[in-house]
């Protein structure tokens, strides 16, 4: 067995088990670093009151106040993450990576090349201060 | 011709690519020790205008570290004629300095933490995540902005590709010694250069609507906006990188594969220029 590996390969026996313990060693190293621990939520207060129609730019997502409904979009472009800047004039937002355009009450997309839609947050309005809580 | 002229070729190239690399990782260990990747653009900031001749060590580091990839390219240029009875797994090992040259210069555009290395760290992590089987893998291992912030491409700047960077080169390194004495010159240009030329910091601005990336990823980035991310950002870059791994100076088919290489170039020199001009 020794004399046929080391014919074929040129590797004694004890090199070839070596050779093979270190292959079963890539599994679990593989597995070890590609488990995403899940993300712990981030609730975040916004103590300054919004007008109605108005919004908070904040470093992850913007929040909008129109009366009736408040939502919060996230700032994350759905091509590849780069942080997406709100035009209030056309009311969309655009990614300065690669210029994909969201509309700002649905998220949709407007113009590629992102495909998904933008995610929405979970926002709670309140009466006092913090006037909203952000569950990113 | 004239007498005394002297060939692009005949330049020492190799000996200031090293000599800028001493520089490289001298000004990189004085820059580290203020640098804190917890907050990495406040920590950026800082160096450069509070702490005292942080901005001119920071200018060092960045501007040397980008000669020293300029110059190993010329110098790759300028001997691959000469290589011919290079061994191929030799040609294998130093060819490969070139991408992780560039992993080192990438990596530290996003250890910035400015729009332009927030941008780069995101859609290298999204590029990477897009490799299927792999992605996952890959992209815990060398970048993770967003699970695990700036640690691991800290860590992987300043361990592991100097690691394996040194370990591809250090054959070579061991051969050809360099007596710094001789790169005065060299050595006090970029000293002078880095007084007057600050190193780019972008600060993120309201109503931002074009980031470009560092300038070795602005075909890239252009790219990205008509193709898939695994076409433009994996298999793209790997079609240069494997012509250049099988242009083994004495191979028989190095023709075809320099072919290849230099029509690469010319359409990624051309997509640069778009979007530099964007």
């Not at chain 1, 993300?39 to 129609?53: A, D, E, H, M, Q």
């Not at chain 2, 520089?23 to 004085?30: E, K, P, T």
């Not at chain 2, 927030?118 to 299927?132: D, H, T, V």
Request: hydrophobic share 50%; net charge positive; glycine share 8%.
């Amino acid at each position: 067995m020794t004399r046929i590996l080391q014919t074929r390969t040129g590797w004694s026996r004890r090199e070839f088990f070596v050779f093979l313990g270190s292959l079963t060693l890539i599994y679990p190293i593989c597995r070890f670093a590609a488990f995403h621990v899940p993300k712990k939520p981030v609730l975040i207060n916004i103590s300054k009151p919004i007008l109605t129609g108005g919004y908070f730019v904040a470093n992850d997502f913007v929040l909008f106040d129109r009366g009736d409904s408040v939502w919060a979009l996230s700032r994350k472009c759905t091509h590849l993450g780069c942080k997406l800047t709100y035009h209030e004039d056309r009311d969309i937002f655009e990614c300065p990576c690669h210029q994909s355009q969201f509309h700002a009450e649905t998220g949709k997309v407007i113009r590629g090349p992102a495909t998904k839609p933008l995610a929405f947050f979970p926002v709670e309005k309140r009466a006092s201060d913090p006037f909203y809580v952000v569950t990113t | 011709m004239a007498r005394g002229r002297i060939s692009w070729q005949a330049i020492k190239w190799g000996a200031w690519a090293l000599s800028s690399l001493y520089v490289s990782l001298l000004s990189g260990i004085v820059v580290g020790i203020q640098y804190d990747y917890i907050t990495p653009f406040y920590s950026t900031t800082a160096i450069d205008l509070l702490v005292p001749y942080g901005r001119f060590f920071r200018s060092l580091h960045f501007f040397s570290s980008q000669f020293f990839f300029f110059f190993t390219c010329i110098h790759l240029a300028a001997v691959y004629g000469k290589s011919e009875k290079l061994p191929y797994r030799e040609w294998l090992k130093l060819s490969g300095t070139l991408p992780i040259i560039l992993l080192l210069l990438f990596t530290g555009y996003i250890l910035r933490g400015d729009n332009t290395g927030a941008s780069a760290g995101m859609i290298a992590e999204n590029i990477i995540n897009r490799i299927p089987l792999l992605g996952q893998v890959l992209d815990n291992l060398f970048f993770s902005v967003s699970g695990s912030g700036l640690r691991k491409v800290y860590v992987h700047h300043v361990i592991t590709f100097d690691f394996m960077l040194l370990l591809c080169a250090w054959s070579h390194l061991r051969i050809y010694r360099v007596n710094v004495q001789d790169q005065k010159v060299l050595i006090a240009a970029m000293l002078f250069f880095s007084i007057i030329v600050s190193a780019p910091l972008e600060p993120e601005h309201l109503g931002t609507t074009y980031i470009a990336g560092p300038w070795f990823f602005l075909g890239l980035q252009e790219l990205l906006r008509y193709l898939h991310p695994l076409l433009a950002g994996v298999a793209m870059p790997g079609m240069f990188l494997t012509a250049l791994l099988a242009a083994h100076p004495g191979g028989s088919k190095k023709p075809i594969f320099l072919s290849i290489m230099a029509l690469w170039l010319g359409v990624y020199a051309v997509l640069s220029c778009v979007a530099w001009l964007r």
